[in-house]
């Protein structure tokens, strides 16, 4: 049975108004019908990324419909995560006993079906084997118990693995912004207050008072991880200029600092839950991924759904247009070559068949959102420049056609391609369009660590620093 978490939406809720988008499948030229097989497409983008670009999704042994599992893992996707079988209940049920026998069945899985395999996860205080958090010490925690399980999970598994989420949710959500760079590491794991940074029984004791669980985490993993396996810190609500994600890349500096781990082999993984009404502009997102990629570090879309909040023309548009703008800064970074598609078809999904959040209806059918995926994917394969951000709607953005580089689909090219509207909610604030020209409007980013957008603000808002990562654009009365 499939082992669900929950999500806190840190993000504004949508107005109430209008208005329409525009996709890449709208024009002729592109396949909006049919089945689909984008295994040639993502040896293209391979071509043009000068490396492998690993389209995924989840996949544990027990999923049902053996028959669509198998089409679509060899012919849409080309890169498998266990959705629970890594986890370390099943792992290690006994303590100092590993038991990777799903681990290793769904990575054998992935290598029958010409696939590449992702590991999930070695850390995580959540789906936890029955004998922790228990009474074992922070002592033991740190020295031998976590340790032992790194070593033994990622041992096991083997070199060829691609990525680790070596740790998955430490990060708080009720982080503030404006925690200097000297505490917020701590601060913003201690926010969580959850295992092991508190005790197992409610009653808010320390139990790890620094971040040694997470060093002793990612010393082990990058000892026994292959030599080019990427070693991830995994989390949700993540990507845009806010405090939970300055957390985050706080914490990587960190462990960079003080498990003196690489930053060329750190990643942060943007678990991505989102919906039609709660995510991460493109822009943000491409700026996120640039600040890790001035460090050296990888960037990943690890867990992608995007729930809808009824079934709709318009919201299926929607959600194309947000799946095509989380892909294309993922393509368009120097840094991005995972990403991941969390469950396979909505009936699987931990969102509900009613929520829609996948690429697949509930008989395996491709939904809009597929076709737009393989568009986005052509389209960069052919050297094409990045597209506008979609999901800002046809005020902000209106998709251009396709390229003179060949696409595949059911319809003839034409020299006058006119895109098809349809109105949806418009997204939240979060999701707004970029300050145009060379000033910053208020509360948008303005400086940090790789930020390469505007810094001079729009009077009378002041550049303001946050953090090492993040300084934004704020009014008098707040500078």
């Avoid at 890449?24 to 097989?37: E, P």
């Avoid at 999704?57 to 996707?77: E, I, L, P």
């Avoid at 349809?422 to 910053?440: D, L």
Wanted: charged residues 10%; glycine residues 8%.
């Amino acid at each position: 049975m499939f082992k669900s978490f929950v999500i806190v939406s840190v993000l504004a809720a949508p107005a109430l108004c209008q208005t329409a988008v525009s996709l890449l499948i709208d024009f002729a030229g592109y396949q909006k019908s049919g089945t689909l097989n984008l295994r040639s497409t993502l040896q293209d983008v391979a071509t043009r990324k000068g490396q492998p670009f690993l389209f995924g999704s989840t996949y544990d042994t027990y999923d049902a419909d053996a028959s669509f599992s198998q089409n679509v893992f060899s012919t849409f996707f080309n890169h498998v995560v266990a959705e629970n079988g890594c986890k370390w209940d099943a792992t290690e049920p006994t303590r100092g006993t590993a038991d990777l026998t799903e681990c290793l069945a769904v990575q054998s899985y992935a290598t029958k079906n010409g696939a590449t395999f992702r590991g999930h996860n070695t850390f995580w205080h959540s789906q936890t084997p029955t004998w922790l958090p228990g009474s074992i010490t922070a002592s033991d925690l740190v020295n031998n118990v976590i340790p032992q399980h790194v070593q033994q999970t990622i041992q096991g598994l083997g070199s060829s693995v691609t990525s680790w989420d070596v740790v998955n949710e430490i990060v708080g959500d009720g982080v503030s912004n404006g925690m200097s760079i000297a505490q917020s590491a701590l601060q913003c794991v201690q926010n969580k207050k959850d295992w092991p940074t508190q005790t197992a029984d409610g009653s808010n004791t320390a139990l790890v008072t620094d971040l040694s669980f997470v060093h002793a985490a990612f010393t082990t993993a990058l000892k026994y991880a292959g030599s080019t396996t990427r070693l991830a810190i995994n989390d949700y609500n993540t990507g845009g200029s806010d405090a939970k994600t300055a957390c985050v890349l706080a914490v990587l500096a960190d462990i960079n600092a003080n498990a003196a781990i690489p930053y060329n082999r750190l990643a942060v993984g943007f678990q991505s839950h989102i919906s039609t009404t709660s995510f991460i502009s493109k822009s943000a997102l491409s700026a996120t991924f640039a600040k890790l990629a001035a460090l050296g570090a990888t960037a990943m879309i690890t867990e992608l759904d995007i729930s809808l909040p009824s079934a709709s023309s318009g919201y299926e548009r929607l959600q194309a247009a947000i799946w095509g703008d989380y892909l294309d800064a993922c393509l368009y970074a120097s840094n991005c070559n995972e990403f991941i598609n969390w469950d396979t078809r909505d009936d699987v999904s931990w969102l509900g068949t009613a929520q829609a959040g996948t690429l697949f209806d509930s008989s395996g059918n491709p939904k809009l959102a597929a076709f737009e995926v393989q568009a986005r994917l052509q389209r960069y394969a052919s050297g094409a420049p990045e597209l506008c951000a979609t999901a800002l709607g046809t005020a902000s953005c209106t998709a251009s056609g396709p390229s003179s580089a060949s696409t595949t689909g059911s319809s003839t090219p034409t020299t006058t391609p006119k895109p098809t509207t349809t109105t949806v909610a418009t997204p939240p604030p979060s999701s707004s369009a970029p300050a145009t020209g060379a000033t910053q409007a208020e509360y948008g980013q303005c400086g940090g660590i790789g930020w390469t957008g505007p810094t001079v603000c729009a009077s009378p808002f002041t550049c303001k620093v946050s953090n090492a990562y993040v300084s934004t654009s704020l009014p008098p009365s707040m500078t």
